[in-house]
């Protein structure tokens, strides 16, 4: 059983920068992953998503602000989070996948998921 576990959330000023990790207890370096986020009474939206071979995938509104990374060695997921804005407010979740995902943005693509960590840009 893959147990993902964020941390590196917290508040910042916009403008200012975080950086978001994900630890899996298993290996997942043949594993797809994404990050996504969710404010109150909307729907969970995709953040990036980086396929097995690192090949990074990124929603509009954070391309240019946001980097998705891993690191194999150490199991773990980051995000990179850059020029924070307000509306990048939101709980953060990381996602992964032993399978191969068509579109890295779909949630039921991903099998395990972590528990959030919440983000606040004032």
């Known amino acids: 059983h893959v147990q993902l576990v964020e941390s590196g959330g917290g508040s910042v000023q916009a403008g200012g920068s975080l950086t978001l990790s994900c630890a899996s207890s298993?290996?997942?370096?043949?594993?797809?992953a994404g990050w996504f986020r969710q404010v109150p009474d909307r729907e969970r939206e995709g953040v990036a998503g980086?396929?097995?071979?690192?090949?990074?995938s990124y929603a509009d509104s954070v391309k240019g602000r946001f980097t998705i990374s891993k690191d194999n060695a150490k199991n773990t997921l980051y995000l990179q989070m850059d020029s924070l804005k307000p509306e990048d407010t939101a709980m953060y979740y990381c996602?992964?996948?032993?399978?191969?995902?068509?579109?890295?943005?779909?949630?039921?693509?991903?099998?395990?998921w972590g528990q959030g960590t919440q983000v606040t840009v004032s």
């Open positions: 298993v290996t997942t370096d043949s594993y797809c």
């Open positions: 980086i396929d097995s071979d690192g090949s990074a």
């Open positions: 996602a992964a996948s032993n399978r191969i995902l068509p579109e890295w943005y779909i949630l039921a693509g991903y099998a395990y």
